[in-house]
């Protein structure tokens, strides 16, 4: 016999029927996407009491937009230290790398570092 080997008996899954009202349903899938997440993959985080980080959606666009800026001195940081020229001294991108990802923490969790 060939084709695809079988999933052991744990790897398995199962379908799970939830019932819930439109009000329930709608919380679901608010959270659901403020963590960015599937529906499903929402729910069995919560079921199995795993922790879902979920951003406000104010500090989920700061947060998109600090990523964009970390990208960006990421790949000067990266020529830089590939030795290309970057008319930015080493020092100060260490700095300003440093900020953004306290920045990054403060825009996670509310907290200034």
């Not at 996407?33 to 929402?42: I, N, T």
């Not at 020092?91 to 990054?104: K, N, P």
């Amino acid at each position: 016999m060939s084709g695809r080997p079988l999933l052991p008996q744990e790897k398995i899954r199962r379908r799970l029927d939830l019932y819930l009202t439109d009000e329930e349903r709608a919380t679901a899938r608010a959270k659901a996407s403020q963590a960015r997440m599937p529906l499903a993959v929402y729910c069995r985080n919560a079921i199995l009491g795993h922790q879902v980080k979920t951003l406000p959606p104010l500090r989920a666009e700061a947060y998109a937009e600090l990523a964009r800026v970390a990208a960006n001195l990421n790949q000067l940081a990266k020529a830089a230290n590939q030795g290309k020229v970057v008319d930015v001294s080493g020092d100060l991108l260490i700095e300003i790398y440093e900020q953004v990802q306290a920045l990054r923490q403060e825009l996670v969790t509310g907290a200034s570092p």
